[in-house]
């Protein structure tokens, strides 16, 4: 417990407006690794990734306990702070997202994202109400458990297409007043929204970076405290997978696998 508490706190101050904690994220036990041995100060999981390498399509679909399965074996695999990617809580009600995040908490993760979309097909966000009583309720879980959790809110206004700058900081504030410790806001990377999300959210900010968001150096400067590549890792390997198929089942050769990580290597890795 005590070990997990450091990790809690060392990863709580990671989040610093102007020298963002970079979290690629990974899906497994071993990308946990690379990304580890890479240089990283704490590793996230991606929901979508996690999703895809357990048969399910992102959005709430994989089971709880598939889902805390990998984050127990990912926060095993690495020393560094863990936080957890629990998509919107995995539980229809508050109690049920709380239940998440205890079990969460007992794998190892130091932290949770948590998401405000929906997609029971009752509209592209939760209500500000209901989402309030769902980060409360992760707020309490995990004060009961001892461990103070950074609570990730994630704000899907720009991502969803519904609300610019004012709704998504009206949104933030709600989170932030119902217990969450920083906030997600996918969707844009563009400069002038995220320096005014930067400037206008009390809390550390964090965004989702890839092919062709600025780098991380400019994000920094605009204010941002954190930033996630979220599935993209995934996707890129995903992407080697349908290029090597179709090169080998069509043409025969083997060139799409050019530039793979050693065989010993890898296996190295996952013994050390």
Not at 176 to 185: N, T
Request: hydrophobic share 50%.
């Amino acid at each position: 417990m005590d070990d997990q508490q450091t990790r809690a706190r060392q990863f709580r101050a990671l989040h610093l407006p102007g020298e963002p904690l970079i979290l690629v994220n990974a899906w497994d036990a071993l990308s946990a690794r690379i990304v580890a041995a890479a240089g990283a100060r704490a590793v996230a999981t991606t929901s979508a990734g996690v999703a895809w390498s357990r048969g399910a399509p992102d959005g709430d679909a994989l089971a709880r306990d598939t889902a805390v399965d990998v984050i127990r074996r990912v926060a095993d695999a690495v020393r560094v702070p863990v936080t957890a990617d629990i998509e919107s809580g995995y539980g229809d009600s508050p109690a049920e997202v709380a239940e998440t995040v205890t079990a969460v908490l007992a794998a190892g993760a130091v932290g949770v994202n948590v998401e405000d979309s929906r997609h029971d097909g009752g509209g592209p966000l939760r209500p500000v109400d209901e989402q309030v009583a769902r980060l409360a309720a992760i707020r309490a879980a995990a004060d009961r458990a001892g461990i103070p959790l950074y609570v990730n809110a994630r704000v899907d206004t720009c991502l969803r297409r519904a609300g610019g700058v004012p709704e998504t900081v009206a949104r933030a504030e709600a989170y932030l007043a119902a217990g969450a410790d920083g906030i997600f806001v996918p969707g844009t990377v563009e400069p002038e929204t995220v320096a005014a999300l930067a400037a206008a959210i009390p809390a550390p900010l964090n965004v989702l970076a890839g092919p062709g968001a600025p780098p991380v150096a400019e994000l920094a400067r605009l204010g941002v405290a954190r930033v996630s590549i979220g599935p993209a890792v995934a996707e890129a390997a995903y992407a080697v997978a349908q290029r090597a198929a179709a090169e080998v089942l069509g043409a025969g050769t083997y060139d799409a696998l050019a530039g793979g990580l050693d065989f010993d290597a890898l296996n190295e890795l996952m013994r050390s």
